[in-house]
Structures are given as structure tokens and as C-alpha cells.
């Protein structure tokens, strides 16, 4: 494995110190120090790290783990952290050594499984054209698809936008939306139901990873010919 650098960070995920060496990783002109931690790792690994930031302030034990770094350009890298206390009780601190890694067996890449995402989404809109939508309505999955697709092209949906995309009615998606905000699969700023409308909405980032799990399912299926035909 190659050294990917070394950075401190607080009990927040907030970096205090970054050598050059990270700072080359992440493709970054400037100093890292100040940003969060957190906010440069991959969304479907983000819930699982900041447990693991809490574990460690909670314990002092050393921690080893994978995930996907965000770099500077918007592409990915997968590292092996290495996560040790070097703070105290009232002042916690965590030393991370960062050694670039290579994906986990059965990771599929980002824009294969944003192909898969369309796929399905575009399958539904062909069942409405073809059956049409009178005994088949799926908002709930709509709306996750459809947070899932624009977070993957680098764009945020609104309800507005989302009504029409998949035909789904303001007041039916503002009423899904608070739904799964508080089943935690969506997260958006609360303003009040008519600032909802407008309001950009995306997946939490354990969602995110329940996404990642099952679109890449559908991809290896596909790609050995049981059920999606990707080409």
C-alpha cells in the first residue's frame, strides 16, 4: 500500500493538522486544515466513519478500517485508515495514517451503478406509458431514485423539479419527503410546507449506502445475464 498521509483530527472530524502527503492524495492546492473529515468521505461511508470517530473517543482503542476519500477533482480514492487517540479525556484528539488502498472485491464503480439507477427508473416510466398509473404508484421509491441519480450526476432535486420528472403532485411529494426525513433515508432544510417545494432534498448517507448495496446486486446479476441486461 502506498502512503497516503497523516492528519489529525477532533471529536467533530474537524482536520487540526494534514501533511503534504495527504494534501497530494486529495489533489488539493491548499491546506486541508480546518475542513471536516467527514465532508470529504464518500456519503455511503460517512455514517459508518463518524461512528467509528465516536467509538474512539469513547474508548481510546486504535481502529483500522476502509473507505473512499473525496478528492479535490470529484473522484474517488479508497484508503486504509489507521485511527489512534492522542488526546485527552476533556480535549480529544485522533491521528489518522492513510495508505491508499485498492477497492474491496465486488465494488462496482460509481457510474455503473448511476447506469443502474436510470435503468430502473426509466423502467418505471415505461410501466406508467405502457399500464399507466392508475393501479401502480410507488412515490416513495421515486423520490429515492431520484435523490440517488442527481446526487450521482452532481445536482440536488427539488420537489418541483421532482414533479416533473416522475409526475408526482407537490403536495404528495412534500408529504413523502417528510415521511422518509423521518424514517432517515432524506434529509432536507425544514422551512414550512411551501418552502418545501423548493427545497433541495438528498439522501442520508446511510440511505446512500443501502443504495450502493443494492444497485450493486442488480449490476453483478446483470452482468452475468440473470436479470439486467447492461450490455
Not at 427545497?199 to 452475468?224: C, I, M, Q, W
Amino acid at each position: 500500500m502506498k502512503n497516503a498521509g497523516r492528519i489529525v483530527i477532533d471529536a467533530t472530524g474537524t482536520i487540526l493538522e494534514a501533511d503534504d502527503a495527504f494534501s497530494a492524495t486529495m489533489r488539493e492546492q491548499k491546506s486541508l486544515v480546518g475542513a471536516n473529515a467527514i465532508a470529504i468521505t464518500a456519503l455511503g461511508d460517512r455514517d459508518r466513519c463518524t461512528k467509528l470517530v465516536a467509538q474512539i473517543v469513547a474508548d481510546g482503542l486504535p481502529i483500522a478500517t476502509f473507505k473512499r476519500l473525496i478528492r479535490a477533482d470529484g473522484s474517488n480514492i479508497w484508503v486504509r485508515n489507521q485511527l489512534r487517540s492522542i488526546g485527552t479525556p476533556d480535549e480529544p484528539r485522533i491521528e489518522i495514517k492513510l495508505e491508499a488502498s485498492l477497492p474491496p472485491k465486488g465494488w462496482v464503480a460509481p457510474d455503473r451503478l448511476l447506469l443502474v439507477a436510470r435503468l430502473v427508473f426509466e423502467s418505471r416510466r415505461e410501466r406508467v406509458r405502457s399500464f399507466g398509473s392508475d393501479l401502480f404508484t410507488d412515490h416513495a421509491w421515486d423520490l429515492l431514485l431520484s435523490a440517488y441519480i442527481c446526487e450521482a450526476e452532481g445536482t440536488l432535486i427539488t420537489i418541483a423539479q421532482l414533479h416533473a420528472r416522475a409526475g408526482i403532485s407537490l403536495a404528495t411529494g412534500s408529504r413523502w419527503i417528510r415521511a422518509l426525513a423521518a424514517e432517515g433515508l432524506l434529509e432536507y432544510e425544514d422551512g414550512g410546507n411551501h418552502a418545501l417545494i423548493t427545497t433541495p432534498f438528498r439522501l442520508t448517507a446511510a440511505a446512500h449506502h443501502k443504495f450502493e448495496v443494492y444497485l450493486s446486486d442488480l449490476y453483478e446479476k446483470g452482468a452475468n445475464g440473470r436479470q439486467v441486461a447492461l450490455g
